[in-house]
């Protein structure tokens, strides 16, 4: 071990905003996530990475509260958490999933209002909405939606943000200003960040810590830093789907 402190190590006495112990979670009796250790400190970006069907939406619906545990249990601020997902988005927990669940029939301005957000705070991070709050949200360009489902989201003062695919069929312009208004949120109000990102390099780039998921089970929890090494051949891996040698690089990385 490297004697080293880095801000992850330090941060790891800190306790988590979240965490699955022990999770496994399936949608019948079969797991689909095994035995998953995860956790999210506050101010912390962990990006969840993996090939498609590996597991990372079941991962976020569970950590959520949206999918019951078969075993293992989530924390949730230290604190064994049963509140229903309601309840625990009272408590601080923001949710951008895949479908960006923007009501497509009302306005933005209406989005805004039915969520009670912060309208001038969603506005300050995506200044771009202010000239389509009147616009159905249906009508608005996928990079506007996601802008609005991120800013409402971050708008809220959220404790913790849990995004699935937040690039998913974006330009990436847009991406990289969700990706900044995440990592801010972080940094500035101290928000822990557990995001579905299916782009590795962005991965790499924005986040303090990868957990590399294959066929339901974390493979690699680490630093981007601990990956640098094995970089290309692990980017060329993750694309082509290559899992038998994502998992070999991804254990090879975890010592390092
Ligand atoms: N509602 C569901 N019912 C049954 N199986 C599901 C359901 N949703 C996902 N699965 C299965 O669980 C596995 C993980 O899916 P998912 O978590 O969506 O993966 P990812 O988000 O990494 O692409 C896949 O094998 C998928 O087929
Ligand atoms: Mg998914």
Same mark, same amino acid.
């Given at each position: 071990?490297?004697?080293?402190?880095?801000?992850? &190590?330090?941060?790891?006495? !800190?306790?988590?905003?979240?965490?699955?112990?022990?999770? +496994?979670?399936?949608?019948?009796?079969?797991?689909?996530? %095994?035995?998953?250790?995860?956790?999210?400190?506050?101010?912390? !970006?962990?990006?969840?990475?993996?090939?498609?069907?590996?597991?990372?939406?079941?991962?976020?619906?569970?950590?959520?509260?949206?999918?019951?545990?078969?075993?293992?249990?989530?924390?949730?601020?230290?604190?064994?958490?049963?509140?229903?997902?309601?309840?625990?988005?009272?408590?601080?927990?923001?949710?951008?999933?895949?479908?960006?669940?923007?009501?497509?029939?009302?306005?933005?301005?209406?989005?805004?209002?039915?969520? %009670?957000?912060?309208?001038?705070?969603?506005?300050?991070?995506?200044?771009?909405?202010?000239?389509?709050?009147?616009?159905?949200?249906?009508?608005?360009?996928?990079?506007?939606?996601?802008?609005?489902?991120?800013?409402?989201?971050?708008? +809220?003062?959220? !404790?913790?943000?849990?995004?699935?695919?937040?690039?998913?069929?974006?330009?990436?312009?847009?991406?990289?200003?969700?990706?900044?208004?995440?990592?801010?949120?972080? &940094?500035? &109000?101290?928000?822990?960040?557990?995001?579905?990102?299916?782009?590795?390099?962005?991965?790499?780039?924005?986040?303090?810590?990868?957990?590399?998921?294959? +066929?339901?089970?974390?493979?690699?929890?680490?630093?981007?830093?601990?990956?640098?090494?094995?970089?290309?051949?692990?980017?060329?891996?993750?694309?082509?789907?290559?899992?038998?040698?994502?998992?070999?690089?991804?254990?090879? +990385?975890?010592?390092?």
């Amino acid at each position: 071990m490297n004697a080293a402190a880095t801000p992850t &190590d330090a941060a790891r006495t !800190v306790v988590p905003v979240i965490e699955a112990v022990n999770l +496994s979670v399936g949608y019948g009796r079969i797991p689909v996530i %095994r035995e998953m250790n995860l956790s999210v400190r506050p101010g912390e !970006v962990v990006a969840l990475v993996g090939p498609n069907g590996a597991g990372k939406t079941t991962t976020l619906n569970a950590l959520g509260g949206y999918l019951p545990a078969l075993s293992g249990t989530v924390r949730w601020k230290g604190v064994d958490a049963s509140a229903p997902p309601h309840r625990r988005a009272k408590d601080g927990l923001a949710f951008v999933n895949e479908a960006r669940s923007v009501l497509r029939r009302l306005t933005t301005r209406q989005n805004l209002k039915l969520a %009670r957000t912060d309208e001038t705070a969603c506005l300050d991070l995506f200044p771009e909405l202010r000239a389509r709050l009147d616009t159905k949200a249906g009508d608005l360009s996928g990079g506007e939606q996601q802008m609005l489902s991120v800013g409402r989201a971050l708008a +809220s003062n959220p !404790v913790m943000l849990m995004a699935d695919e937040l690039s998913l069929g974006l330009a990436p312009k847009v991406t990289e200003r969700l990706l900044i208004a995440v990592r801010a949120a972080a &940094d500035d &109000d101290n928000v822990g960040v557990l995001l579905v990102e299916q782009h590795l390099n962005n991965a790499l780039r924005f986040a303090d810590r990868i957990c590399l998921i294959i +066929s339901g089970r974390i493979e690699f929890d680490g630093r981007p830093a601990q990956l640098k090494e094995n970089e290309s051949s692990l980017v060329a891996a993750y694309l082509a789907g290559d899992t038998d040698a994502l998992r070999e690089i991804a254990q090879g +990385s975890q010592g390092s």
